[in-house]
């Protein structure tokens, strides 16, 4: 059964380590980060863009194929289904359609109708035993379309919006998504350090998880972070393993061309970098 992130989430603060978001985009994307929790027996949340939710034929069509792998891998880590940087028509759809945790992405509101729109999910979320994450400060970096400048979020903001109740809190600190440029001046430390004085034990979100060195990770884990987002990295591996498969002309020997074995590289290559993302969060074993 699906499970809100609060409680993993609130754990994970707590007890210093983070819950890795992976992004899925289709059956075997969501397989591999399943039986990969279940193997480190580690909590895991499933991020689905709209982009993602679109291309997966909707929100109804991926909460079956989640529910329907939980009970077939009998899957016994707690898993969340939450939605990555929802609009607000989107909250809505995946809250009807059986997610169980949103992202509301009003960052790009004036912070007036972000605390509006923010209080009414939050009060819809909380009937359906939902988790809702919010922003404040936009992530740099493009998702869907929409591209932000890796600004640092007013730690005044965040309190305001963690008071209205949100189960956690995503924060620009100098993060972006995708990869990271050359010249990036790192996570501002001194962002995340001030925006956990004002929201205490609010569980923090960082996003953008691609490409950030180790012990940045970890420091940041160390000031409140308990959610980290992971997409890129994982679509990269994929490519990577399947390139080399078709290369290697893999494809042309025997039944290569079968979708199930031209797809077991990249599979496998997801595993991996989950795997190491678990251990690096410290999230293995805390099921
Ligand atoms: P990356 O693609 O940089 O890993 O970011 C993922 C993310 O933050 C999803 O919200």
Not at 189 to 202: S, W
Request: aromatic share 6%; net charge negative; proline share 3%.
């Amino acid at each position: 059964m699906l499970v809100s992130a609060k409680e993993m989430l609130t754990k994970a603060k707590a007890g210093k380590y983070a819950v890795g978001q992976f992004n899925i985009n289709n059956l075997e994307w969501t397989k591999a980060i399943l039986q990969t929790a279940q193997e480190l027996n580690s909590p895991v949340i499933l991020g689905v863009s709209e982009g993602a939710g679109k291309y997966m034929c909707g929100y109804k069509t991926i909460v079956g194929m989640v529910n329907g792998m939980l009970e077939e891998l009998k899957i016994t880590v707690p898993v969340a289904l939450h939605l990555d940087h929802g609009s607000y028509d989107a909250c809505y759809k995946c809250i009807e359609a059986g997610f169980s945790s949103i992202m509301f992405d009003g960052s790009h509101y004036p912070i007036e109708e972000n605390v509006a729109k923010t209080t009414e999910l939050i009060k819809v979320c909380a009937e359906k035993g939902m988790s809702l994450e919010a922003e404040v400060g936009s992530i740099g970096g493009e998702e869907d379309g929409v591209i932000g400048m890796g600004e640092c979020a007013d730690p005044n903001e965040c309190k305001m919006i963690a008071d209205l109740g949100v189960t956690m809190l995503a924060a620009g600190i100098g993060n972006i998504h995708g990869k990271y440029p050359a010249n990036w001046a790192g996570l501002s430390f001194e962002t995340l350090d001030a925006i956990q004085q004002q929201t205490g034990d609010m569980p923090l979100v960082l996003h953008g998880g691609t490409g950030i060195p180790a012990d940045m990770i970890k420091k940041a884990i160390s000031l409140g972070v308990a959610k980290i987002n992971v997409n890129t990295e994982c679509q990269l591996a994929f490519a990577a393993a399947t390139r080399t498969y078709i290369e290697e002309g893999k494809d042309l020997v025997g039944k290569g061309f079968d979708p199930r074995k031209v797809l077991a590289p990249g599979v496998e290559a997801i595993k991996a970098t989950v795997k190491e993302k678990m251990e690096l969060f410290g999230s293995v074993n805390k099921a």
